[in-house]
């Protein structure tokens, strides 16, 4: 397999404990990405006032979908790809309106009208070239993801960005049902799925053969002070009275990382909002590990082996498997998983 998995750390810009999660300022990852509405209504240019103007950064903007539906906010794509361009992404993604398993199956119809309008329009609106334009995806089957992934495939886009997979995220085998479906319509362009969380959802990348991911769970954790051991990738809770968790004290931190150098178990379970931040950064630079580590058992042959002791502690991960295996009738056994990739 010639192509990395690569993690886009989600970031917001209201300020709190994203202001003391700068992830890419602490050489942990400088892959960015930022719902196009948040950033708007900071009024500040992404890539010159938080990024510094630092070309190292990789900005993706993905248009906000989640968020406009959230605040009954209608906008026109062309007034998005704007925005994108003129703070300098490095990839942006298609105005969408995302699905959800409630929907009427005539909603969904009309939602994926919507969509593939919205791509096509900004794809020809485009005035930056260097500006890679992924179209957004939501379907809720293999089928629909099938027939919305080929009359996209029509286009000359840049990737494809796969939506919608947070409402279903605990059902890990319509995930591999949706991906698959796109996968078989699109053989040599980059697919981006929104939201893979935890490490799960990095064997989950290694699995299906996406190409980037993106996940909040880094600063989704650190606010219930959850820390990864990275050891191991089990996260326990450091802090903070939640009745129902036993809380951990950590007198020496099992971790070499930059932030567990610097900082101590004191520091992350202040009730502030750099806690938080300090914790997430933590948090984020073991699940780039684990990501190096599938990238490495990927290109040296033995991510079977590591998926296998894997799905032996993750029943989610084992129907994903069960699944994938369904559609993909000719790997037999999950070790062989490494002749397919």
Not at 50 to 57: G, L, R, T
Not at 148 to 162: R, T, V
Not at 176 to 201: A, M, N, R
Request: charged letters at 25%; proline letters at 3%; hydrophobic letters at 35%.
């Amino acid at each position: 397999m010639s192509r990395k998995i690569v993690l886009f750390g989600k970031w917001a810009t209201r300020g709190g404990e994203y202001s003391h999660a700068k992830f890419w300022k602490e050489g942990i990852l400088n892959r960015v990405l930022v719902n196009a509405i948040y950033a708007k209504e900071r009024r500040q240019n992404l890539r010159k006032d938080i990024m510094k103007a630092d070309k190292n950064v990789i900005l993706f903007i993905d248009s906000g979908g989640f968020t406009l539906l959230r605040k009954n906010i209608s906008l026109d794509p062309i007034e998005i790809l704007r925005f994108q361009e003129e703070n300098g992404a490095n990839i942006a993604s298609t105005l969408d309106y995302p699905i959800s398993p409630e929907m009427s199956y005539r909603e969904k119809i009309e939602r994926i009208k919507r969509n593939i309008y919205n791509a096509v329009t900004m794809l020809s609106q485009r005035e930056r070239d260097d500006l890679k334009i992924y179209a957004s995806i939501h379907a809720w089957d293999y089928n629909s993801a099938k027939m919305i992934a080929k009359k996209l495939s029509n286009y000359n886009f840049d990737g494809f960005a796969i939506g919608s997979l947070i409402p279903i995220r605990g059902n890990y085998s319509k995930i591999v049902e949706i991906v698959c479906g796109v996968k078989s319509q699109v053989k040599d362009k980059p697919i981006h799925c929104y939201g893979f969380s935890g490490i799960d959802g990095i064997y989950m990348a290694g699995l299906l053969g996406i190409d980037s991911f993106d996940s909040t769970t880094y600063i989704t954790y650190a606010r219930y002070r959850h820390y990864i051991i990275p050891q191991t990738g089990k996260r326990i809770c450091l802090g903070l009275k939640v009745k129902t968790e036993k809380r951990y004290y950590l007198e020496d931190l099992p971790c070499s990382c930059p932030i567990c150098r610097k900082y101590s178990y004191d520091d992350f379970i202040e009730g502030t909002s750099r806690a938080v931040g300090l914790l997430s950064l933590h948090n984020l630079y073991v699940l780039v590990t684990y990501v190096q580590l599938v990238n490495n058992a990927i290109k040296n042959g033995f991510f079977g082996e590591l998926l296998e002791q894997r799905i032996l502690v993750s029943p989610r991960l084992k129907n994903a498997w069960l699944t994938f295996q369904r559609i993909h009738k000719r790997i037999n056994s999950v070790r062989k998983i490494d002749e397919y990739l």
